[in-house]
């Protein structure tokens, strides 16, 4: 299995940028599907979850601003961003955990740069 992240870019403060993630290979059932960045000097922490229930989760510091979103039935989730700031900046990875049969499998993504211009 690979997951394919996209979408990121270039962007200014207060504009919009949508990232999209899409597994491909051996399908498997979807637990939960998230976000992740890792900014200049930081480690990487958690931006947005969605599990298999469409409970979803925000970091207090885009609660407002992004949106996550997924299909399980395809293993593809999206992060959509607005109002991003300079803060946003960082790689974006993209993580998919599920089940293969009565394994437990945990797929990440090969991360997208997002850079927010002040």
């Known amino acids: 299995v690979q997951l394919q992240a996209s979408g990121g870019g270039s962007v200014e403060a207060g504009g919009s940028l949508r990232l999209s993630c899409a597994a491909s290979?051996?399908?498997?059932?979807?637990?939960?599907m998230g976000w992740y960045r890792q900014g200049p000097g930081n480690q990487r922490e958690l931006v947005a979850s969605i599990d298999s229930g469409g409970n979803t989760n925000y970091a207090a510091s885009v609660a407002g601003r992004f949106t996550i979103s997924g299909d399980s039935g395809k293993n593809t989730v999206y992060l959509q961003m607005n109002r991003v700031k300079p803060e946003d900046t960082g790689v974006y990875y993209c993580?998919?955990?599920?089940?293969?049969?009565?394994?437990?499998?945990?797929?990440w993504g090969q991360g997208t740069q997002v850079t927010v211009s002040s």
């Open positions: 290979g051996s399908l498997f059932r979807i637990n939960t």
């Open positions: 993580n998919q955990m599920g089940y293969s049969g009565l394994e437990v499998v945990d797929y």
